[in-house]
């Protein structure tokens, strides 16, 4: 059975570890706008994401929703956006809740895809 190669470990010297993630899909969900006690906007939808991708070099058609959260001005933009739109996203993954397990999408930044594709 070949090896499999071993990634690094960590540096955590910096006490930065990598937790990037950059997504397309289309908005299929989103919860009213709220606010945090403080006045902060939060917007909490799901991403349906479609895609083709290279799994041992052969193709696997992947397909999920995933959970968004953002905050701030990237709250404001996610709630404007209408069900549907093609959006990409970047951002960090983190559990919902300290007693959770389950993985939310944190948005940091929101690129609209519709109407850019010509400039």
């Known amino acids: 059975m070949p090896r499999r190669p071993s990634l690094p470990p960590p540096d955590e010297s910096a006490g930065v570890v990598l937790n990037r993630v950059q997504i397309e899909g289309r908005l299929c969900e989103k919860k009213p706008l709220r606010y945090t006690p403080v006045g902060l906007p939060v917007a909490e939808a799901r991403l349906d994401h479609r895609s083709e991708q290279s799994e041992a070099g052969l193709p696997r058609q992947v397909t999920c929703e995933i959970p968004l959260i953002a905050l701030g001005p990237q709250a404001n933009c996610l709630a404007a956006a209408p069900l549907g739109a093609a959006?990409?996203?970047?951002?960090?993954?983190?559990?919902?809740?300290?007693?959770?397990?389950t993985l939310v999408l944190h948005v940091q930044a929101?690129?609209?895809?519709?109407?850019?594709?010509?400039?």
């Open 87 to 101: 959006l990409r996203l970047a951002g960090f993954l983190a559990a919902r809740s300290r007693n959770s397990k």
């Open 110 to 119: 929101i690129e609209f895809l519709e109407g850019n594709q010509n400039g």
